[in-house]
């Protein structure tokens, strides 16, 4: 299973960007998934994941209330949409996939199987 994360970029304090996690090599509707960041000098920690069935959902609470998560199984892609963005929310994000069962996503990073290669969001003060 081959996961790639796109869609990080530059943008100032209160701005938007919508990252996408395009996943290929595996049947897409058997994973949940994840979304991970690790900034510089830090532990990657959780920030969001979904179920396979789509009503399940985590969010770290720095971050509830600013990120929703959802995903798309007709093109094997999970969006992660974050708004009203702070400067501490400066990180490489990583997505993560694991079997799961239809309701379940796991908040650890231990519990995912496959990991894509990160991407770079980066907020402006």
């Known amino acids: 299973v081959q996961l790639q994360a796109s869609g990080g970029g530059l943008v100032q304090a209160g701005g938007s960007l919508r990252l996408s996690c395009a996943v290929s090599?595996?049947?897409?509707?058997?994973?949940?998934i994840g979304w991970f960041r690790q900034a510089p000098g830090k532990e990657r920690e959780f920030v969001a994941s979904?179920?396979?069935?789509?009503?399940?959902?985590y969010f770290a609470d720095s971050v509830k209330g600013r990120f929703t998560i959802s995903r798309e199984d007709a093109k094997n892609t999970v969006y992660l949409q974050m708004n009203s963005l702070k400067p501490e929310d400066t990180a490489v994000y990583y997505c993560?996939?694991?079997?799961?069962?239809?309701?379940?996503?796991?908040?650890?990073?231990?519990?995912?199987?496959?990991w894509g290669q990160g991407t770079q969001v980066t907020v402006s003060s």
């Open positions: 979904i179920a396979r069935s789509r009503i399940t959902t």
């Open positions: 993560a996939a694991k079997r799961a069962d239809w309701g379940a996503a796991a908040l650890s990073s231990d519990e995912y199987d496959y």
């Open positions: 090599g595996g049947t897409f509707n058997k994973y949940a």
